[in-house]
């Protein structure tokens, strides 16, 4: 019988607000499972204003390393957001009991509902309302989990919007959630792509789980993953940070098909004018923004 891992839990005390992105940050270093809140009822009652964020990691290494990768991956996170209440954050370490996490943290994980989709875990037995669209997600991964808010509201835009039969892009995909919730809701095909290159096998195993791994095309790179003729998308998502989304409005423009439709997050509310600005100049329309607390989602269509 092998060995089992060293388990170890990092707890971060995160400002009101940033507890999602925070989470996806470590949960792709780590990727090993969230959660959130006091480990239980008898913990110390947190400060105002404060949230926790507790993520395990399998690793031989000692805490002392640990802490110090989590904090080097919050500080890229504080200068990616541009948030100084993110700087600076504390990182708390402690090896756990020897335990099967991979089991408990299947039974902690809660599935949940976001519009017509149900997302469960693989195999999941759960009993769904009829007209529920399951998707299947293994719990323990951060990334593209659907919890964060961004990706809440483009999973929310995108059901209200597909009709079937479209071919989709995702840029920026991350575990390629958006895309295979596209072809799971109608979508002919989708194509996404993802500069990490880690996050690759993460897509292609949520593609298989669900059943669509033959419509779902998904690539590691930039843009420079698709070839010149690749354009003429029915719909382009793209749930990355307002700058990226500037900087590249008028490529993700001009892979769209006149006419065809887009959903933009990950767009921080204080970049609000200058997002708008660049997605207006770049020909395409703004027809709903939707803003949960920090957070800004666009839809709209292709006008030039």
């Not at 096998?201 to 998904?218: F, I, M, R, S, W």
């Not at 769209?256 to 990950?266: D, I, K, N, Q, R």
């Not at 997605?279 to 006008?303: C, H, K, N």
Request: charged share 25%; glycine share 10%; hydrophobic share 45%.
């Amino acid at each position: 019988m092998s060995e089992l891992p060293r388990w170890f839990e990092l707890g971060v005390r995160v400002p009101v607000g940033w507890c999602e992105l925070v989470a996806e940050a470590l949960g792709a270093k780590f990727a090993h499972g969230v959660a959130f809140g006091a480990p239980s009822l008898a913990s110390e009652p947190l400060p105002e204003g404060v949230e926790l964020v507790r993520v395990y990691a399998a690793d031989g290494r000692g805490a002392r390393e640990l802490a110090a990768s989590a904090r080097e991956v919050l500080d890229g996170l504080a200068a990616a957001t541009e948030a100084p209440e993110l700087a600076g954050l504390d990182v708390a370490v402690r090896e756990l009991p020897p335990e099967d996490f991979a089991r408990s943290w299947e039974k902690r994980w809660k599935p949940f509902r976001i519009g017509r989709l149900a997302i469960v875990p693989p195999g999941s037995k759960r009993p769904l309302r009829a007209g529920d669209r399951p998707l299947f997600l293994e719990p323990g991964g951060a990334v593209g989990t659907g919890r964060h808010t961004t990706t809440r509201s483009c999973l929310r835009a995108l059901q209200r919007r597909i009709r079937g039969g479209e071919r989709v892009l995702d840029a920026g995909a991350g575990n390629g959630v958006l895309a295979v919730a596209a072809v799971l809701c109608g979508a002919r095909s989708a194509v996404a792509f993802d500069n990490d290159p880690h996050a690759l096998p993460y897509a292609e195993k949520l593609a298989a789980d669900n059943g669509v791994a033959e419509a779902c095309d998904l690539r590691a790179g930039g843009f420079e993953v698709l070839a010149e003729h690749e354009r003429a998308f029915d719909a382009v998502f793209a749930n990355i940070y307002a700058d990226l989304i500037q900087r590249y409005s008028p490529e993700l423009a001009s892979r769209l098909a006149p006419g065809g439709w887009f959903v933009f997050s990950g767009c921080h509310r204080d970049h609000r004018s200058a997002t708008e600005a660049a997605i207006l100049a770049a020909g395409l329309a703004i027809e709903q923004r939707a803003s949960t607390g920090r957070w800004d989602t666009y839809a709209g269509r292709r006008v030039r």
